[in-house]
Structures are given as structure tokens and as C-alpha cells.
């Protein structure tokens, strides 16, 4: 076990430099404190174990390992750390060499190991390109200045490295920290599969495509840790907007700390942060240290101008980017301050995130309306069951009975519901979505195409996956309006919404939830598109017996008594929705005029409704 190899060396290559200096100054003149005799240091010491007495892991011994030095490289940088180290060691290299650096120069190094400059220059050493220099452990002060003047320094980072004075986490020598640990109660299923990843090319890179639980990064984590590297954690929020030194401190870092980078990407591909992430992730791929790299979309090498060695997919059947976004920023700062991070924090993020995108463009719903309240025939009662069957035994029968569908398809549920307004489409959806306890979340076709090519499809998609990642119930309103018969192309609004609605369709094929779509003109649809769909159910307008239930549904036991609902359902032919309004209109004249709700009062409500529908209105005349 090695006391301190550092320590060692220093003390060695001092009684060198007193040596070469008693030769050039026999009379002894020169700085105080310079000594004139000594003996030359062995060039080829046992570096011993990398463990020193303290029981710490031996700096120096690492570098020379993680670097690849020999000897003499290792001995010429500590000889270059003397003048940072030493005011004596400084004057003396400043006096010995004539510049006016207290710095060595090469020649002024090379000699005092005993070799020439041509020699140096030969064998290749304290050259650009040569470890020492091309890792950014010595740099030139001069670097314009010819070979054997140039003069080396240590960087900053180096020399506190080597003496063990690390800088704090929160110094910006560079956008690196170290991730000490991830509050999770197990690894995540994808370490395994990344650490083999990892173990078959220790110098590779992989990315990662996060889903919205934001698992990336301690699967990242976990494999680093696994392969005794540490996990080093690049924060593309703090980089320098541009710098050309911020690829080789970045790699110079991650070898002094024997670790792997993480990198997230999320920002935009044309943005400033893109723009500097660019050439350091083309740089990181090439440097003989592990990288993982993930985000929220498929990866794209032109983009980012490298092409990982492997890729993995840990988004699951839900993905939603911006959400993904906010979770991994959420769990990144609770990881770097060794804070814990549960799945309850994660959803309450993907649900905020995820709602406030829909609410941009969909009317979201909490649902109230039970099973039990819908008013429908046995027939279409069954296949609403259906549809809620098929979203909660989906793994089962998919993944389980391997009844894979392919063709890209996901593994969510599209249904058309079709009849005329008021017939309990939009209600027999709202209790779909309360049966399977989540948000129901009615979008308005017509208003959300767009006449801009392409923002149709980019609204869509915003929907689609933010639906996804909370499990949302999408109801499409008016579906007539995307998916009417085609005709033949005539001009370029004829392409471009025939590019909508192929769109649409795509994406609900790819989709990984429930989505429905109404429509009151089933006639009008293409059968190309209806065939796509896993339930068409009829909503057709109530028999009086449905009708009867109806009333008594909306109006409640107690104001059923005093109303002749039979004769009401019997009479007058209405939809439910026509019903719940007509019931409401009575109701709020009945509240003004401080009475109770008569049947009186009903057939006014109905009078409203057929007028608003353009209906004959004189059988109330006899009736009232």
C-alpha cells in the first residue's frame, strides 16, 4: 500500500530540480531557499496500489491509470505541479529558464529528466496531441511561442484534484455533479438492460427514451453505480452558451472522477442550449468514457449530430414530452440534493402538466354521470361495457394472450357514436370515463382544424399525448367534419384536408387510451374510415317506454307525482337531451313564481324545445 505516491514523487523530482540547478549555479547564488545538491529522482518507480495508507483511492495513481502515462509523463506532471505548488519551485524554474514565467518551460522540463528538445519532440512529449497535453492535464501559457519555450502550467481543476481540494458543487468550473444517490424503493426494470449495454461497450453511448414516470435517470444511475463509475450529471440549463473548452473540461472531468455522463434533452433543436449541446454531444460519443443520454422523442442523429451505439425504450405505452420534461426536471433537483422523490410527486406532475395542455384545446370534464344513470337500450348498454372490457383487460389479452395487433398499432380503443343530438352520446361517454375513474375531455373538431398546413396535426398530437400519460377519456366531437366521404382531389384544401384526416386516423390506430368520436350523420362517414374502429354504436332516439325512465330520471321521485310523465313520454317524441332542458326550463319557472314544478310547467319547457328545433308547436295549443 502506497503512503502517498504524490507526496513522493514531489519530494523526488525537488532533489532533481536542486541538482540541475547546483549545476547551472555551482556558486549557489539564485532564489533563497534553493538548495545546490541533491540526486537525480528513479524515472521508474513501482506506482503501487491505487489505495494510500489513509485508505483513500491515490489520485495520482488514478490518473496515471485512467490516462494511460508512463513514468516520465507522470513525472513531468508533477514536475509542472511543483510551480503551482511551490513560491521556491516557481522562482527557481523562472530563473533556470530566463522567461519571465515562474513556470517551466519544455526544454526547461525535458532537461531536468535528462532529455534534449529534439529528443522530446521525437518521442512525442509535451506535444499537442500527446496524452498529457491532448487530456488538459498541462497546458501552454504561450502557446504561440516556439516548442521549447512554450511554457506548461497545471489547470486549476488538475492541481486541486491531485492535492484533494475539490471545489464545491455549487462552483462553475464545469456543468458536471456527481448524483450520490436516488431515493427509490427499487431499480428500475430498464437498469439490467442498460448495464449490459454498458458492460459489452464500456466507452459507448446509449440513449434513452424517457416516458413520463421520468425513469431514465436512475436506471442511468443505477448501471454507473453497478459498473463502479460515478454517475455525472451534465445540467444543459447552466451551460455556457458557447464555449470551444467546454467539451475537453467536460471529458477531462468525467475520467479525473472515473465516471459516466448523463445527459437529458429536452430543449428544442433549435434553440441556444441545442446549439451548444450539439458539438459536446458529438464529442462526449467519441471520448473513452461511458455516456447515457435520454429524453422524451425519438432520437434523431442529424439533429444532434452523433449516433448512439444503443437505444432503449423505456416510454412504455404513455409518453407525453412536456410532462416527461417537468417530471425528469423535478427529479433531477431532488437528486442532487439527496432528496426523495415519489411516484405520488411524479403524477401530480404528469396530471398538471398534462391538464394544463388539454385545457388549451379540449373542454376537460369531471365526470358525475354514473352507469347507473344512463337511460339506454340493452343492446347499446352492452357495448358500452364492452369498451370499458376492453380498456381494463387490454394487458391481459394483448400482451399476456399475445394477440399482438401490429402494424404500429397501440393498445388503446376507438369507438363511433352515432345518432342524433341529445340521444345521450356525450353522457354515455362522460359515464364511461367515471367507471374507469379518470377525466373525460371533449374536443371540438370544426374548431380545431386549423387552415395552416400542419397545425391541425400538431394540435392533434399535443392532445393525443398528454391523453396518454393521465389515461384521459378523449371524446371528438362532429367527426363528420374530418372523416365524410372523400371525393376526388380538386385543389389543394381538397389535399390538405384529406392530410387531416389521414392524421387523425393514424393516430387513433397508434393511440394508447380511450378515444370516441360522435358523429350525427353516420351516413355521411366513409365506411374506409368506420371499419378502423372497435365498437360504431347506435344512439338512436328513445322509445316512450325509455323516455317515461328518462323523465323521471331528470325531474327525481318526489316531482314525478305531481306530473304526468307517462303521458308526457307517450306524447311528445324527444331525445334525452331535449328532455333534461325541457325539465330544466320548468324548473326555473316554477322556482320563479315560488311553486312548486307542475306538469303545466313541462309542457312549456317542451313548447321551448320544439321551437328551438324548428318543430310545429299547435298540438299545445289543446294540450295547454
Request: glycine share 6%.
Amino acid at each position: 500500500m502506497h503512503p502517498n505516491l504524490l507526496l513522493e514523487r514531489l519530494s523526488a523530482i525537488e532533489n532533481q530540480l536542486r541538482s540541475l540547478y547546483a549545476a547551472r549555479y555551482p556558486d549557489g547564488t539564485g532564489p533563497t531557499g534553493v538548495v545546490s545538491e541533491g540526486s537525480p529522482p528513479p524515472l521508474d518507480p513501482d506506482d503501487g496500489d491505487a489505495i494510500n495508507a489513509s485508505g483513500e483511492v491515490d489520485r495520482l495513481v488514478h490518473v496515471v491509470t485512467e490516462f494511460g502515462l508512463s513514468s516520465l509523463e507522470r513525472d513531468l506532471l508533477v514536475a509542472a505541479l511543483m510551480s503551482e505548488m511551490s513560491q521556491v519551485c516557481g522562482e527557481t524554474y523562472q530563473r533556470l529558464s530566463g522567461m519571465g514565467s515562474t513556470r517551466p518551460t519544455v526544454w526547461l522540463l525535458l532537461e531536468l529528466f535528462g532529455i534534449s528538445s529534439a529528443e522530446g519532440a521525437a518521442r512525442g512529449l509535451l506535444r499537442r496531441g500527446a496524452p498529457l497535453l491532448d487530456a488538459g492535464l498541462l497546458e501552454y501559457e504561450n502557446p504561440e511561442a516556439a516548442y521549447p519555450h512554450r511554457c506548461l502550467r497545471v489547470p486549476e481543476r488538475v492541481v486541486d484534484f491531485l492535492i484533494q481540494d475539490d471545489p464545491p458543487p455549487q462552483s462553475d468550473h464545469i456543468p458536471l455533479r456527481a448524483v450520490r444517490g436516488l431515493a427509490l424503493d427499487e431499480e428500475p426494470e430498464a437498469t439490467e438492460e442498460l448495464l449490459t449495454e454498458l458492460r459489452d461497450d464500456p466507452t459507448g453511448s446509449v440513449y434513452l427514451s424517457d416516458g413520463t414516470e421520468g425513469l431514465a435517470l436512475p436506471a442511468a444511475c443505477a448501471a454507473l453505480n453497478h459498473l463502479n463509475r460515478t454517475p455525472l450529471l451534465l445540467d444543459p440549463d447552466n451551460l455556457p452558451i458557447s464555449s470551444e473548452s467546454l467539451p475537453d473540461r467536460v471529458i477531462r472531468e468525467a475520467r479525473l472522477l472515473h465516471g459516466g455522463i448523463i445527459v437529458p434533452v429536452f430543449t428544442e433543436p433549435d434553440s441556444e442550449t441545442a446549439a451548444t449541446l450539439r458539438p459536446l454531444l458529438h464529442r462526449l460519443a467519441r471520448a473513452p468514457i461511458p455516456l447515457v443520454v435520454y429524453g422524451a422523442t425519438a432520437w434523431d442523429p442529424e439533429t444532434w449530430n452523433m449516433t448512439p451505439t444503443a437505444m432503449l425504450d423505456l416510454a412504455g405505452v404513455a409518453s407525453c414530452p412536456a410532462a416527461s420534461r417537468s417530471v425528469d426536471y423535478a427529479r433531477r433537483q431532488a437528486a442532487l440534493a439527496e432528496q426523495p422523490f415519489p411516484p405520488t410527486e411524479a403524477q401530480r406532475i404528469i396530471r398538471t402538466d398534462a391538464g394544463h395542455t388539454l385545457e388549451k384545446l379540449a373542454r376537460r370534464i369531471r365526470p358525475e354521470v354514473t352507469r347507473v344513470d344512463l337511460e339506454v337500450p340493452d343492446a347499446v348498454r352492452d357495448r358500452l361495457d364492452m369498451l370499458i372490457f376492453r380498456i381494463r383487460h387490454r394487458q391481459e389479452v394483448l400482451s399476456s394472450w399475445r394477440l399482438r395487433r401490429g402494424g404500429g398499432r397501440g393498445w388503446g380503443v376507438a369507438a363511433l357514436f352515432a345518432g342524433e343530438s341529445g340521444t345521450g352520446k356525450t353522457m354515455a361517454a362522460e359515464a364511461i370515463a367515471h367507471e374507469l375513474e379518470t377525466e373525460l375531455f371533449i374536443i371540438s373538431l370544426p374548431t380545431l382544424v386549423s387552415k395552416y398546413i400542419g397545425e391541425t396535426e400538431k394540435n392533434l398530437e399535443s392532445i393525443f399525448t398528454a391523453a396518454e400519460s393521465i389515461n384521459g377519456v378523449l371524446l371528438f366531437d362532429e367527426a363528420d367534419s374530418l372523416f365524410s366521404k372523400r371525393s376526388e382531389v380538386s385543389d389543394s384544401k381538397d389535399k390538405h384536408a384529406n392530410m387531416q384526416s389521414s392524421y387523425l386516423l393514424q393516430r387513433l390506430e397508434s393511440f394508447n387510451g380511450l378515444a370516441i368520436l360522435t358523429t350525427n350523420l353516420r351516413a355521411n362517414m366513409d365506411s374506409a374510415f368506420t371499419r378502423r374502429f372497435n365498437e360504431i354504436i347506435e344512439f338512436e332516439s328513445p322509445t316512450a317506454e325509455v323516455r317515461a325512465r328518462l323523465w323521471r330520471t331528470f325531474l327525481g321521485e318526489e316531482v314525478c307525482e305531481n306530473c304526468d310523465t307517462d303521458h308526457l313520454a307517450a306524447k311528445f317524441d324527444l331525445a334525452g337531451g331535449s328532455i333534461r332542458a325541457s325539465v330544466e326550463t320548468a324548473a326555473f319557472t316554477a322556482a320563479a313564481a315560488k311553486r312548486p314544478m307542475s306538469t303545466h310547467d313541462l309542457l312549456r319547457g317542451i313548447e321551448v324545445e320544439y321551437r328551438k328545433q324548428g318543430r310545429l308547436c299547435d298540438q299545445f295549443q289543446a294540450t295547454l
